[in-house]
């Protein structure tokens, strides 16, 4: 039997963005992963990446994170078969782009359009973010979730029922984002979580995870771009504990609020950062702004100016 052959293309994503800790994401069209998956059904359960190409190969780890969500889909579907997969990288690692996720997001939207099997798209990010354990240890959906689904996200979990939603914007957004070109850290994203307070009071976790979380989303659906770039400025947990170790977070963020950004923060656990817009030719402005301090503080970067990027489960084509 012929194999069955599909490809998808998944987008960057920029997790937490202030107080959205591990439950909000936006997928922006600064980068994106493709992903071709083939399968034949028969012979014993199989996945294999047969190829891996793009500006970022190199340093995709091979691609694992697709390699582990294609597994989890078959498995979950108790399928047999063999899958191979061609990645193209096009999301640099290490950054806080969601390098990983983009490439299990692209494999899972790619092989579920050939199984053509009804699957919550809950479970499809569910799926996804447990290819993230061969990136980051531990299963991750934010980035997953944005990346499949497309624009901002929430995820949460009920019991043991992973909820994944979009949230739509009432206004365009446009984002300028500052992207480190200095080598990654060697596990930069266990580093980053372990730095990471263990315990906060209740009434600051209220606060913080909960309220302004939950005002972000409302600014959102408003459209209320002021309150939602004070809010991404507003995390008095992660992010203040994060932003010791990134080379010049103060600069880079003062430079974009100089020039009009509504707010700025961490793409995830960085080192890229991210700035609202609210029109492409400010978020240019912008952009220019926080590469002028990043170089001022003797590092070399690249900006990308991005707007919401659909979801992998959208963009899914057949080859035959």
């Known amino acids: 039997m012929r194999a069955v052959c ?3 293309r998944a987008y960057s994503s920029s997790a937490n963005l202030g107080p959205g800790f591990d439950v909000l994401a936006v997928a922006h069209t600064s980068y994106y992963d493709e992903v071709t998956a083939c399968y034949n059904e028969k012979g014993d359960r199989a996945v294999e990446v047969v190829e891996v190409a793009g500006p970022f190969a190199e340093g995709s780890g091979g691609a694992a994170s697709a390699r582990r969500a294609a597994e989890e ?3 979950k579907l108790g399928l047999r078969g063999r899958v191979e997969l061609s990645v193209y990288k096009g999301v640099p690692p290490g950054r806080g782009l969601g390098s990983s996720g983009a490439s299990a997001a692209a494999a899972v939207a790619a092989l579920s359009s050939i199984l053509g099997q009804r699957i919550a ?3 499809l990010v569910y799926v996804a973010g447990l290819g993230e354990t061969e990136a980051a ?4 959906f934010d980035n997953v979730a944005a990346s499949l689904l497309g624009g901002f996200v929430l995820v ?3 019991g043991n029922r992973l909820i994944a939603k979009q949230v739509k914007p009432n206004k365009p957004l446009f984002f300028a984002i500052l992207v480190p070109s200095e080598a990654p850290q060697k596990q930069k994203t266990k580093f980053m979580r372990s730095v990471i307070p263990q315990s906060v009071e209740v009434s600051l976790a209220a606060r913080n995870f909960g309220g302004k979380t939950a005002l972000m989303v409302l600014a959102l659906l408003e459209g209320d771009l002021e309150l939602l770039g004070e809010l991404m400025m507003s995390d008095e947990v992660v992010e203040r504990a994060r932003a010791r170790y990134i080379n010049c977070y103060w600069a880079v963020r003062e430079a974009a609020l100089s020039m009009g950004a509504p707010g700025v923060s961490l793409s995830g656990a960085g080192p890229s950062m991210i700035a609202l817009a609210w029109s ?3 978020a240019s402005m912008i952009a220019k702004a926080m590469l002028d ?3 001022e503080c003797g590092g070399e970067a690249e900006t990308r100016i991005a707007t919401l990027a ?11």
């Open 6 to 8: 599909a490809s998808a």
């Open 73 to 75: 889909l078959l498995a």
């Open 121 to 123: 798209r809950s479970e």
């Open 137 to 140: 240890g531990t299963p991750h």
């Open 156 to 158: 949460t979990t009920i």
């Open 280 to 282: 492409e030719t400010r």
């Open 293 to 295: 301090a990043y170089r």
């Open 310 to 320: 659909p979801g992998a489960l959208e963009l899914v084509k057949s080859m035959g």
